[in-house]
């Protein structure tokens, strides 16, 4: 009787065993299911399907496309010089630089009684005209071109700033759920920049630059669709005679919380961190492909490079959520901007051919480089949106929060604005191997300022007790 207990015990373990070893795989593909299952019982479907949509297809995938189809665009069609496109795409950058704008006009002029529906609309009907003017037409003048790309930007900001109110809505309902809903926001970025560089430069190669702006148009109508879809409620009694009230007062309202020491240093500390750190992006394009002085990379393999470097994205917002979003802030920031800090120096080793020397070659070094920078650069950011949309109280949720965001995208058009000045007129000069030191230096020294702000013992994110649980 004894050997027969013992046997059925060992048969019973052996089978727990295989069942567990049958459910690993099934179980590990079933946790991003049951994940998504979640957010959406808490907070809607049409919240989860908006931020798939405005983050994964019109930002990730659509924005993937439009990156290397512009450049293209610019390059071959309209045969501009890279100091001149640097410009252009200032120009078109503007919009992003007045989100806050986008924030306030959602925030107090609902639309028909819906606070998010209607930009949603706006936004996918700037998108699908401005691209279809740009595919359809021949010979589209430059200035067109411009103002059609900025329309298009226009389109794809509102959008971002208005799934960011649903995102600081929620993160205000459900606090618990901030860092998950920022991970579902990183996510289905990364994953559609993976998809849309990957197909870039193959789209690029088979129907030329204006062929992609017309596949645009579908990122485009899918956010028209997201406004359609939303679930919101309706407010038919709105006192619209009192908006320049409450202009005023929204106005007032975010002069004071910028007046507290603990707003206004964070959001110093996000504005320098990457402003102080130039950016080469469009000289460096022109150098890939350059057949003289560069590697002359063909279409295909530029976007095979900001494919993989949108795998490194990818890989910093699921070890944010799944190992960092606990960790404690402040030395958060201070190891992300440490490593961002050093990863700035692979773009030195490169133009001085130093891979060369260690038998890499300047594909695969690239490679790493796009990989290393945007992991780090999302580890580094996914915190001070999570902080950004905690902080943001109801009434001014999108204004507050749009402003936060903005900051970032006003550091990279004032950082890109920096390299127009070492391109020269037809020839790609990057830099001559002394001002690559001396900017080097230049970059370390921003560093060791920026980690001293970041730093556990610096008072720049010390909080008050108000403030405790959320820093």
Not at 31 to 53: D, N, Q, R
Not at 207 to 230: E, H, N, Q, R, S
Not at 260 to 285: A, Q
Not at 355 to 368: A, Q, W
Request: charged share 15%.
């Amino acid at each position: 009787m004894v050997e027969e207990e013992e046997n059925l015990e060992e048969a019973s373990v052996d089978t727990e065993e295989e069942n567990e070893s049958k459910m690993g795989f099934c179980g590990c593909s079933c946790i991003p299911i049951t994940w998504l299952k979640m957010l959406a019982t808490e907070m809607h479907w049409s919240f989860v399907l908006g931020v798939v949509v405005v983050y994964g297809i019109s930002q990730g995938l659509g924005g993937a496309l439009s990156r290397v189809g512009t450049e293209y665009y610019m390059k071959d069609v309209q045969k501009v010089q890279p100091s001149e496109a640097q410009v252009y795409g200032g120009i078109t950058s503007i919009p992003w630089l007045v989100k806050p704008l986008w924030g306030l006009l959602t925030d107090v002029v609902p639309v028909f009684g819906y606070r998010r529906r209607p930009y949603f609309i706006l936004a996918g009907f700037l998108g699908v005209i401005s691209m279809l003017l740009i595919s359809l037409h021949e010979k589209l003048h430059l200035g067109w071109a411009i103002l059609s790309l900025t329309a298009g930007s226009a389109g794809v900001a509102i959008a971002d700033v208005t799934i960011d109110a649903c995102v600081a809505q929620n993160s205000i309902k459900h606090h618990s759920l901030a860092a998950d809903m920022q991970s579902l926001c990183a996510l289905s970025s990364s994953i559609g920049a993976l998809l849309g560089f990957f197909i870039s430069g193959i789209f690029v190669h088979l129907i030329g630059p204006k062929g992609v702006f017309g596949l645009l148009t579908i990122p485009a109508g899918l956010v028209f669709l997201v406004g359609t879809l939303l679930d919101e409620p309706h407010m038919p009694d709105f006192p619209y005679r009192q908006v320049d009230q409450k202009f005023l007062d929204a106005g007032k309202a975010m002069w004071t919380t910028l007046k507290c020491p603990y707003v206004w240093k964070p959001c110093v500390y996000m504005y320098l961190s990457i402003s102080l750190c130039l950016d080469i992006h469009e000289g460096m394009f022109y150098w890939y492909t350059d057949s003289k002085g560069g590697p002359s990379l063909s279409q295909e393999k530029v976007g095979y490079i900001f494919s993989i470097g949108s795998v490194g994205s990818l890989l910093g917002a699921i070890l944010y959520q799944n190992y960092l979003k606990d960790y404690p802030f402040r030395d958060l920031l201070f190891w992300t901007q440490l490593l961002f800090g050093i990863s700035g120096m692979l773009d030195l080793i490169l133009v001085l051919r130093l891979n060369l020397r260690f038998g890499m070659s300047d594909y695969f070094f690239i490679v790493i480089d796009e990989s290393v920078y945007q992991m780090i650069g999302r580890l580094k950011w996914m915190p001070l949106l999570v902080l950004s949309s905690k902080l943001c109280p109801s009434g001014q949720i999108l204004l507050r929060f749009s402003f936060a965001n903005t900051l970032e995208d006003d550091e990279l058009f004032e950082a890109g604005e920096v390299k127009i000045l070492e391109l020269e007129d037809d020839e790609v000069v990057l830099f001559e191997a002394g001002e690559v030191k001396i900017l080097g230096i230049m970059c370390v020294g921003h560093v060791y300022l920026l980690i001293g702000l970041a730093h556990s013992r610096c008072r720049v994110f010390k909080s008050p007790d108000c403030f405790s649980g959320i820093i």
